[in-house]
């Protein structure tokens, strides 16, 4: 059974445990199919991690196990679980980075890992894996847990409308190899806050009131070339339909990117303001 389990994890490249993971699984069984999705998450970043999980999730086939590794220490308040949820299962701790994933979409089944007493020697790491290979070999997760119908939420990652409905506060919740800045703030709520208005976006002392449609999305003439916006700052939405603060052909080790020039990182604040009575010319 050639069966897909990809890996999410803080734990870097330098040392020994990703190797470590994959040998466990491989000794589970040879057809695994292993998947590096990222070991480059900010240490503990619960955020970060549910980000790239749900940005990258879509990519794999029905029946796909995930595993995430991040801040999956077990303890009384942090539990492990499985989670069964568009068709794909993800095995990690109940920290909140799974309840990012299904704000919009409930989970099919959950299940409370309950087999650590069985691997008394065994590291959370492990126990996330052996239930990982037992799911991916077609094992039931009635076997190695009990049901549960409910995810522990984090509300603070999620975005805030004013009274009003004149603003949205969000915040930075990734920072990506480019050192652009991914906000929790999507297309879709901005589209039904704002019901026709215009509106600008701000952080710090900046603010951008144009949203382009792709990294390159300049005005191009004869006198003005496309190189000549390298640097420049942009807010757009991603592919993942969230809101973005980028710079054009950033390279954090030279011009730098949006995180370095503006002081962002991860918790920074970022507003959308909607402009009252609405413009002719609409945003979207």
């Known amino acids: ?77 942090n539990k492990h679980v499985v989670m069964f949820w568009q068709d794909q299962y993800f095995v990690a701790a109940d920290n909140g980075i799974l309840s990012f994933l299904t704000h919009r ?47 522990k939420a984090i509300k603070s990652i999620q975005p805030n409308i004013s009274a009003d409905s004149n603003s949205i506060f969000g915040s930075i919740i990734y920072i990506d190899h480019f050192g652009n800045c991914i906000s929790n703030i999507n297309q879709q709520l901005i589209k039904d806050v704002a019901k026709g208005r215009d509106f600008y976006v701000s952080f710090g002392t900046k603010k951008i009131t144009r949203i382009h449609r792709s990294y390159s999305d300049f005005k191009v003439t004869e006198e003005s070339r496309l190189r000549d916006y390298e640097g420049d700052v942009l807010a757009l939405f991603n592919a993942n339909q969230f809101l973005e603060i980028a710079i054009y052909k950033s390279n954090t080790k030279t011009i730098g990117g949006a995180k370095t020039l503006f002081g962002l990182q991860n918790g920074s604040t970022i507003t959308v303001s909607f402009i009252t009575p609405p413009k002719k010319e609409q945003l979207f």
């Open 1 to 77: 059974m050639n069966s897909i389990i990809t890996l999410t994890t803080d734990f870097g490249y330098r040392d020994h445990h990703v190797g470590s993971m994959k040998g466990k699984l491989l000794n589970e069984s040879r057809d695994f199919t292993i998947v590096d999705i990222s070991h480059d998450v900010d240490p503990f970043d619960v955020q970060g991690a549910s980000y790239v999980i749900n940005s990258a999730y879509k990519s794999f086939a029905k029946g796909t196990v995930h595993v995430i590794g991040v801040d999956c220490e077990y303890t009384a308040f």
């Open 105 to 151: 979409f409930m989970p099919e089944k959950i299940y409370e890992i309950t087999i650590h007493g069985l691997y008394p020697e065994a590291t959370s790491t492990e126990i996330l894996l052996i239930v990982a290979a037992h799911i991916a070999k077609g094992g039931s997760a009635d076997v190695i847990g009990r049901e549960i119908k409910e995810l």
